[in-house]
């Protein structure tokens, strides 16, 4: 993604990945098997329904008094010895670590995968102020070679074959790798094993943090995590205000749930409990730990419409079983957050105008709500985004006089009973062998791929009379 | 209740539906003056326009015992969205609330408040059964259209791979994004036509109109029909 492709406007940026024969077949073959696996770990464990629910429950209940949590969260990692900073936007976020990178002399930052960092450009801010940012999790080492964003949120490099990783990772290799994932692993930990050791600074993002011990929770399956936030002399990381939560007993809660929402594992193979910097007496850990808690545009959300969106755990389910993900891919909505809820997101960070074409992207059917670990009944705000565009005149005119019109006519009986005949009027010259396969301007838009049945010689409410 | 895709594109669907409910004993009223259940506005974000055929539609039905409609989305607008769209009005929202209450998608009323098991129906073929988002996950109904349709005699199930995956429709998501909405439909063309089936039903007016549409553009031997047709019997 590229600063030019957001300003491409999304049916095209759509168009294009529908024609790429590579992104198709890395997205058919991925999601599917996402889906497969989600559906078997919810199959093996009656218990999750109800944990579903709880989860949800916590998520609201926190919310309800986030700023007590959160005032608890910083006292608590205050009292372990860490460093607390409050950052209202993305901007005052990345101002925290680029100053806290130039006052400790930072050359190389290795990273944990964190979708919280992606929000706010920090690579290319680490690199501007001539810090090199290191990508550690598998898939984000891949695509930070390749110059590309994540297309996915826990599957980063989803819309990649396995040859193009080979080609990428064989480059930095210097010598010709085989398109195996082994091999190709082995390979990225040979580079990234001299890097984590150089660096001065582990960025991370937080899945979780308990208010209540000051614990900051990764979820990992490459045990990066653990290495960016204990080798390092620095740990700093990074998350949204939402993602706090009362006790370790919430913990476990959401634990059950989320890999297997996410890639269908029981547990990822690595939880990562991070409290305070290393302590008097402990052999390692990071000398200092910085926790920013960012708001950029959540807690406006608070009392807002995308309030549910603020539940969200960033497992990506919604990505895989979305009709329209799964065609375009997540590079195609141009922002850092693809997908369903990603539409949400975005417009929470950018304001409702940057979604007037994503919040259309959807066809409702209602699949993310379903397969959603904590039940984001994401179809409903998007409608209920579409309504801001309405309301704030930011919908094209000509659609708001076509639904006025659309409305005059579903309120009059007369008239509507009159659009039978009249269609059928206008629709002679179009009808071969009973279907219409080609019709004129807005129309097409319909008939380029697919037929349509004429407007009946007789409506229903035509027919009425001798049905009586 | 006929809604306007039913009205306009597929009154054969109505008749149907009326034929089956009189052969069950219903007597069957349509109230005159009804247009659209206003799902169209209230998707795309026109929530006061939606909120006055809202109303409208209430008042209409304000009579009937039961409200039978032969499309899931309708139904789902009717019994979720309406009390919301006239909640600034308690008598309204009560009014919409007792509409909702009466309503039903017509294999969710065959199936559990007639009790209906088996039908006799003329049809014969093997068909294969496509969820609409709006039943299956709107309305949490996947069994009874099943059930119904392997209680016909003459009729062979096969299950749709990928049954409840969405058909591209998404009422005016057609027409803002044909090529994804195209896209999304040949997936699951791709599986009917795996299936060997010689019909695929549905329950929604929009899902037919996309899939047939989609079905018929590539010369497919598959027909698309609605449940009550089937039910109903005739030739296909």
Redesign the interface.
């Known amino acids: 993604m590229s600063a030019s492709s957001v300003t491409t406007p999304f049916?095209e940026r759509?168009?294009a990945a529908?024609k790429d024969p590579f992104l198709q077949e890395a997205l058919a073959i991925a999601t599917t098997k996402f889906i497969g696996l989600r559906r078997e770990a919810f199959a093996e464990f009656p218990a999750g329904d109800a944990l579903r629910d709880q989860a949800r429950a916590i998520k609201e209940a926190t919310l309800q008094k986030l700023d007590v949590y959160l005032g608890q969260l910083a006292d608590s990692v205050e009292r372990l010895g860490g460093h607390v900073h409050w950052a209202s936007t993305g901007d005052e976020a990345r101002d925290v670590i680029l100053g806290l990178c130039r006052d400790r002399g930072v050359r190389i930052a290795v990273k944990s995968k964190s979708m919280a960092t992606e929000e706010i450009e920090l690579n290319e801010a680490l690199a501007r102020a001539g810090v090199t940012p290191v990508e550690t999790d598998l898939g984000e080492y891949i695509i930070q070679l390749a110059h590309e964003k994540p297309s996915h949120i826990i599957a980063p490099a989803i819309h990649k074959t396995k040859a193009q990783v080979a080609a990428l990772i064989s480059d930095v290799a210097g010598h010709r790798l085989a398109a195996d994932p082994e091999v190709l692993t082995a390979a990225a930990r040979v580079q990234l094993r001299q890097k984590f050791l150089q660096a001065d600074m582990g960025i991370s993002g937080a899945n979780f943090a308990v208010a209540e011990t000051g614990t900051i929770v990764l979820v990992t399956n490459e045990g990066n995590g653990r290495m960016v936030t204990s080798l390092p002399r620095i740990h700093v990381a990074l998350m949204g205000i939402e993602k706090v939560i009362p006790s370790m007993t919430d913990l476990m809660v959401f634990l059950a749930i989320l890999a297997k929402s996410a890639t269908g594992q029981k547990l990822s193979s690595y939880t990562t409990l991070v409290r305070g910097p290393r302590q008097p007496g402990e052999l390692e850990g990071p000398e200092e730990l910085h926790l920013i808690l960012m708001d950029n545009g959540r807690s406006a959300q608070i009392a807002g419409t995308l309030r549910e969106a603020l539940y969200c755990l960033r497992c990506g389910a919604c990505l895989n079983v979305c009709?329209?993900y799964r065609?375009?891919g997540g590079h195609a909505y141009g922002h850092t957050y693809p997908g369903p809820i990603g539409i949400l997101l975005t417009a929470m960070q950018k304001g409702t105008e940057s979604v007037k074409e994503l919040?259309?992207?959807?066809?409702?059917?209602?699949?993310c709500?379903?397969v959603c670990p904590v039940r984001i009944d994401i179809p409903r705000m998007l409608?209920?985004?579409?309504?801001?565009?309405?309301?704030d005149r930011i919908?094209p005119a000509s659609?708001r006089a076509v639904?006025?019109v659309?409305?005059r006519?579903?309120?009059s009986?007369t008239a509507?009973a009159f659009?039978?005949p009249a269609?059928r009027m206008l629709q002679r010259p179009f009808v071969k062998n009973g279907?219409v396969?080609r019709l004129p301007s807005?129309f097409s838009?319909?008939t380029?791929?697919?037929?349509?049945?004429?407007?009946?010689a007789?409506?229903?409410?035509?027919?009425?009379k001798e049905?009586q | 209740m006929?809604t306007?895709l039913?009205?306009?594109?597929?009154?054969?669907v109505?008749?149907a539906m009326?034929t089956l409910l009189r052969r069950l004993g219903v007597t069957v009223e349509?109230p005159?003056?009804?247009?659209?259940c206003?799902m169209?506005?209230?998707?795309?974000?026109?929530?006061a326009?939606a909120a006055?055929?809202a109303r409208?539609t209430v008042d209409l039905f304000s009579r009937s015992e039961h409200v039978v409609v032969p499309s899931g989305s309708c139904a789902w607008m009717v019994k979720t969205e309406y009390p919301g769209l006239l909640a600034h009005d308690a008598r309204q929202k009560e009014a919409a609330e007792a509409l909702a209450g009466r309503t039903w998608e017509l294999s969710q009323f065959l199936v559990e408040i007639l009790g209906v098991r088996t039908l006799a129906s003329s049809f014969t073929g093997t068909v294969t059964y496509h969820d609409s988002?709006?039943l299956l996950?709107?309305l949490g109904e996947s069994e009874s259209p099943r059930a119904l349709l392997r209680g016909l005699p003459g009729v062979a199930l096969v299950e749709l791979p990928g049954a409840?995956?969405?058909c591209?429709?998404?009422?005016?998501?057609?027409?803002?994004?044909?090529?994804?909405?195209?896209?999304?439909?040949d997936k699951k063309l791709d599986n009917v036509e795996k299936t060997g089936a010689d019909c695929l039903v549905a329950c929604d007016a929009g899902c037919l109109?996309?899939m047939?549409?989609?079905l018929?553009?590539r010369h497919s031997r598959v027909r698309a029909r609605h449940l009550a047709e089937v039910l109903a019997g005739g030739d296909a």
């Open positions: 049916p759509a168009a529908l009709p329209v065609q375009i919040a259309h992207a959807s066809s409702l059917c209602g699949a709500r379903d409608i209920e985004l579409r309504e801001h565009l309405r309301r919908a659609e639904f006025r659309f409305r006519l579903l309120m009986p509507f659009a039978a269609a279907r396969s807005f838009k319909w380029e791929t697919r037929d349509l049945p004429p407007v009946a007789r409506t229903f409410r035509e027919r009425w049905l | 006929i306007c039913g009205d306009l594109f597929f009154p054969e109505g008749v009326v349509f005159q003056g009804q247009t659209c206003g169209p506005l209230f998707n795309s974000g026109y929530h326009e006055t055929v409208r988002c709006h996950r709107g409840d995956e969405c591209g429709f998404g009422g005016s998501f057609a027409v803002r994004l044909p090529a994804v909405s195209t896209a999304i439909l109109m996309q047939g549409g989609g018929s553009r």
